[in-house]
């Protein structure tokens, strides 16, 4: 499976994104997709994710209320809607694909399909 993760760019703070992340060469059936940010000298960390079957969603508390991943059958690509984004949201955001149990979806290391990342710049 490889990924393409696209949407990035530079708006000011409490704008929108929408991030997207398409798979080709193979489908999301069966997979956890989950977003993970990095800013600049700091640790990769985990942001959002979706069971590809069933839906069930699970986010980091800092994002909870503004942000937004879904799922999209036909389009097979999963998005991440951002709102009323914060200075702090700056980073490379990355989608990946695995299959970790719930209580694992924040771990990088559960993960391993990775598309390449997306610059998001909060900034006034």
């Known amino acids: 499976v490889q990924l393409q993760a696209s949407g990035g760019g530079l708006v000011q703070p409490g704008a929108s994104l929408r991030l997207s992340c398409a798979a080709s060469g193979g489908s999301f059936g069966g997979y956890v997709v989950a977003w993970f940010r990095q800013a600049p000298g700091k640790e990769r960390e985990f942001v959002a994710a979706?069971?590809?079957?069933?839906?069930?969603?699970f986010y980091t508390d800092s994002v909870k209320g503004r942000f937004t991943i879904s799922r999209d059958y036909a389009e097979n690509t999963v998005y991440l809607q951002m709102d009323s984004l914060k200075p702090e949201d700056t980073a490379v955001y990355s989608c990946a694909v695995g299959r970790p149990i719930s209580s694992a979806v924040r771990f990088h290391a559960m993960y391993y399909y990775w598309g390449q990342g997306t610059l998001v710049t909060v900034s006034s």
């Open positions: 979706i069971k590809w079957s069933g839906g069930s969603t």
